[in-house]
């Protein structure tokens, strides 16, 4: 409709095309990247900062349900961490890290690590304690009373949680790239603002959308098929 200027919100009719072209592309030299490129560098990034924060969340939750002392000094920490936003450690990462790719992954594992932690520490605390006196009455062992009581009653919880720390995770690194992270999605969509390539910038929002939307739906799927024991 040209209600804005074209050049600043370029209609479909030109987008469109731009994205189907296959030369998605921005940047000279080293700096050049494409958007499959960068997409499989901020999903890569996402990945494993996840993977990594969620082995450490569950670890210390595993730590403070099974060593009460431990309670009074893990949990006001990690209560202390899941307030603040990811993208207040991006200054301090770039400092101490870099502008790799370990800072992304570290920014990523820290919007995952609080958050992640306390959701794990409330729902072992949330399990009815007829199961566990039960379990203990029947002679379960300590692994056991984890694989077959503790982690079938936590399971819906932690599905839900790490859906929402994906989506932590994914502005994360997004917000990470776009500060200062020199490669990724979030990095190709600034240097075509500041190269004024509009088109690009739109096809990196839609990206970002789009491909959250469909790992959301991934997890879903992932849910529903873990899940089929409750119906």
């Given at each position: 409709?040209?209600?804005?200027?074209?050049?600043?919100?370029?209609?479909?009719?030109?987008?469109?095309?731009?994205?189907?072209?296959?030369?998605?592309?921005?940047?000279?030299?080293?700096?050049?990247?494409?958007?499959?490129?960068?997409?499989?560098?901020?999903?890569?990034?996402?990945?494993?900062?996840?993977?990594?924060?969620?082995?450490?969340?569950?670890?210390?939750?595993?730590?403070?349900?099974?060593?009460?002392?431990?309670?009074?000094?893990?949990?006001?920490?990690?209560?202390?961490?899941?307030?603040?936003?990811?993208?207040?450690?991006?200054p301090f990462t770039i400092?101490?890290?870099?502008?790799?790719?370990?800072?992304?992954?570290?920014?990523?594992?820290?919007?995952?690590?609080?958050?992640?932690?306390?959701?794990?520490?409330?729902?072992?605390?949330?399990?009815?304690?007829?199961?566990?006196?039960?379990?203990?009455?029947?002679?379960?062992?300590?692994?056991?009373?984890?694989?077959?009581?503790?982690?079938?009653?936590?399971?819906?919880?932690?599905?839900?949680?790490?859906?929402?720390?994906?989506?932590?995770?994914?502005?994360?690194?997004?917000?990470?790239?776009?500060?200062?992270?020199?490669?990724?999605?979030?990095?190709?969509?600034?240097?075509?603002?500041?190269?004024?390539?509009?088109?690009?910038?739109?096809?990196?929002?839609?990206?970002?959308?789009?491909?959250?939307?469909?790992?959301?739906?991934?997890?879903?799927?992932?849910?529903?098929?873990?899940?089929?024991?409750?119906?």
């Amino acid at each position: 409709m040209e209600w804005l200027n074209p050049q600043i919100l370029p209609p479909p009719s030109e987008t469109i095309p731009y994205a189907l072209s296959g030369n998605i592309s921005i940047g000279f030299g080293q700096q050049k990247t494409g958007l499959f490129e960068a997409t499989a560098i901020t999903l890569t990034r996402v990945g494993t900062g996840m993977l990594a924060g969620l082995l450490v969340s569950s670890c210390l939750a595993i730590m403070v349900i099974e060593l009460p002392l431990l309670r009074r000094l893990i949990l006001p920490i990690v209560q202390s961490l899941a307030p603040i936003a990811p993208v207040a450690w991006i200054p301090f990462t770039i400092a101490v890290i870099g502008i790799g790719s370990q800072a992304a992954v570290f920014i990523v594992f820290m919007a995952v690590l609080g958050t992640m932690s306390l959701s794990l520490i409330a729902a072992l605390d949330g399990i009815p304690a007829e199961y566990l006196k039960i379990a203990r009455n029947l002679g379960t062992s300590r692994m056991r009373m984890w694989w077959y009581v503790r982690l079938p009653a936590i399971t819906p919880g932690a599905m839900t949680a790490i859906r929402m720390s994906f989506f932590g995770a994914w502005m994360a690194v997004l917000a990470g790239e776009m500060a200062g992270i020199n490669s990724g999605l979030g990095y190709m969509i600034i240097m075509a603002q500041q190269m004024y390539n509009m088109k690009l910038v739109m096809i990196g929002i839609l990206a970002i959308g789009f491909i959250g939307f469909i790992i959301d739906r991934l997890l879903l799927l992932a849910n529903a098929k873990l899940l089929q024991w409750i119906e």
